[in-house]
């Protein structure tokens, strides 16, 4: 709606995790250098927590984009709230297996554990690699579920880990796991991910809007300051902050977008 006004090829704010907008601050840049680690050096499983909307899913996608489809075979959970049995037979699914039974009541969790060690093995003949990531991962409450992760993590040939996995979550995630302390134990790598500060705030928003190609400043400086101060430098909020402004300073019609246009759009949001 606003884009040609703001001479833009598309909407810089969209609230989806596509990396082609990803914003390297430096905690990013770490936390994305972490995982790729854990996957790359088969460390077994890694942790990735922070508040909502400061960029886990994001650098998952980024992580994925990294990862050649030729060598990885890839399962990614976004909807942990399964029970035991459902999530091994997702992630057997996800992994390739074919004619899974539909009835819980057909199932076994260990009937999944063999499947899946059995695929885990196959990928690794192949020189396959085996990459499990569980997105939201702080909404599994039962601790049947943590413990078949463990289960599979189990899963090693003499020299190494046949499966990597991932955990990513809000920060309460990192309290839910301390419950399996077998599964803490084979953690290799963990990283929490903070909000941006205010230099990192304004980087983003300029790098948002250079890839949607503005590269004429649509914000003035109080007005960057202001996104700041009301997005407390939650990418997710911001997004949602600017979008708005970009529509409110189109409805009208200002050169560029100031505090008191962020104020009103964020009063709009009512956050
Ligand atoms: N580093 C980044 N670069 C570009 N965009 C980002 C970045 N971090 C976050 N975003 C934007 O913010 C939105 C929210 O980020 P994301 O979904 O990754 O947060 P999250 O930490 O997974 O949140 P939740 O805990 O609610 O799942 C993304 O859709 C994306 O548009
Ligand atoms: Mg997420």
Known sequence: MYEEYWGLKEKPFENTPDPKFLYLSKQHEEGLSRLLYVVKERKGAGILTGVFGCGKTVLAQALLKE????????????????????????????????DLPQRIT??????????????????????????????EAHIIKDEEVLEELRLLLNFQSEKRFLLTLLLLGQPELSKRIQKNKQLVQRIAMGFHLTPLNKKETKNYIIHRLNVAQRPKPVFSEDGLNSIYENSGGIPRRINQICDIGLLTGFSKKVERIDKKIIQESVDSLGI
Do not use: V
């Open 67 to 98: 990862l050649s489809e030729n060598i990885y075979r890839i399962a990614l959970i976004n909807n942990p709230h399964l029970k035991a049995i459902e999530l091994l037979r997702a992630i057997g699914r996800q992994l390739g297996a074919e």
């Open 106 to 135: 057909e199932m076994s969790a260990d009937f999944f554990l063999e499947l899946i060690e059995g695929i885990l093995l196959n990928n690794t003949k192949d020189g396959k690699e085996t990459l499990l990531i569980i997105d």
